[in-house]
């Protein structure tokens, strides 16, 4: 019964927040990822991937960056920054989500399985708001295997789980009118024995990325 009333509540407030708070949405100006340095140090980025029209349709990403980071022969990361400048479809209040989608959903979806699923220490250099916590996965295809890092940036919060993420979203629209964020993920393939050369390579480029990150995905 608790728990029933719990969630009410929570519904009932975040339809008043949805639907009378914060009609005017606020866009804060940033720079497009088409700016975005290819070359970080040692790692370099030789050709931006794409997202398909339907894909991104899905998404609801206003901007992205998308691409394989490599350093030297061996070490390979695929970064992928989604930036929503709204998580409202229509800011008129009401129907309309368009929420950052959670990995943890869309991967099994694209036929990973998670076979490793936890919440880590985020303790790296240029972190809005200083350390915080990621999500870490494990995830198999078949014989593929991948190391997954990632956690939403938005509005100078970075936050891993997907509830906490929904309401800053609904108070800073309430507060702030803003709902814009990001996703921010690096993947590395696993060979068998490299998953410590692939926590290293994460370790290497995450904070390289993150250095550049304050003028794409605005606090």
Known sequence: MIKLLVALAFLG???????????DAVIPPRESFASFPNQLGDWQCRKRDKVEADVL?????????????????????????????????????GAGENSIH???HCLPGSGWDIIDNRTVPLELSSLPGGPSTAKRFVIARG?????????????????????????TVGWDRATRGRTDGALVRFTMPLLPGSEAAAEEAFQDLAPRVLAKLGAYVPE
């Open 102 to 104: 959670p990995p943890s």
């Open 143 to 167: 014989e593929l295997r991948q190391l997954v890092y990632y956690w939403y940036q938005s509005r100078g919060r970075v936050e891993s789980e997907d509830w906490k993420k929904v309401l």
């Open 13 to 23: 407030a975040n339809a008043y927040t949805y639907y009378f708070l914060a009609r």
């Open 57 to 93: 349709e899905n998404l609801g990403a206003t901007d992205y960056l998308l691409c394989d980071f490599a350093r030297g022969r061996a070490d390979l990361v695929n970064v992928y920054i989604g930036y929503h400048e709204t998580q409202i479809r229509e800011e008129g209040g």
